[in-house]
């Protein structure tokens, strides 16, 4: 008889609290103090932005970012601090997956001419497609404990 180390669901669930382990390390490894006393990641930003072949972001940044760089800057640290402890914990699992999803595609976005700094953006977004598509909450989450998601 055949046995097997973990079903396809957990193997799921490891690629669900890797990927959350991934956005607490990218929080964990931000100079908070640059960020929000000096607005370094936002002022970094915006130079890119600027520069971008594509109109959209130029303007999307401009009308969004621009008028409230600390606070973006807090929703950028803090997103990602959520996004992590959400996935490693299991809590609101298909929020997490889907709001991790967006960020790397903005940060895709804003970055679409540097693709040496893409690889880690794009495989956190497939990791989120597969994990949301193969319902990862159900499996080794606070989502599966409390039972509202099925």
């Not at 103090?33 to 999307?60: D, L, M, P, Q, Y």
């Not at 967006?102 to 976005?109: A, K």
């Amino acid at each position: 008889m055949d046995t097997v180390w973990l079903t396809g669901a957990e193997w799921l669930a490891v690629l669900r609290i890797g990927l959350g382990l991934w956005w607490l390390e990218s929080w964990r490894h931000k100079d908070r103090a640059a960020w929000f006393e000096r607005g370094t990641g936002i002022a970094w930003a915006a130079e890119v932005a600027a520069k971008h072949r594509w109109r959209a972001v130029r303007s999307g940044f401009d009308a969004v970012v621009a008028p409230r760089p600390r606070v973006m800057a807090y929703v950028v640290v803090y997103a990602e601090l959520a996004l992590g402890l959400g996935l490693v914990a299991g809590l609101l699992t298909p929020v997490a997956l889907i709001g991790g999803l967006v960020l790397n595609l903005l940060y895709l976005t804003l970055m679409i001419h540097d693709w040496a700094e893409q690889g880690q953006n794009a495989m956190m977004a497939l990791i989120s497609v597969v994990a949301l598509f193969g319902m990862t909450w159900q499996t080794w989450s606070l989502d599966a404990v409390v039972g509202w998601l099925g």
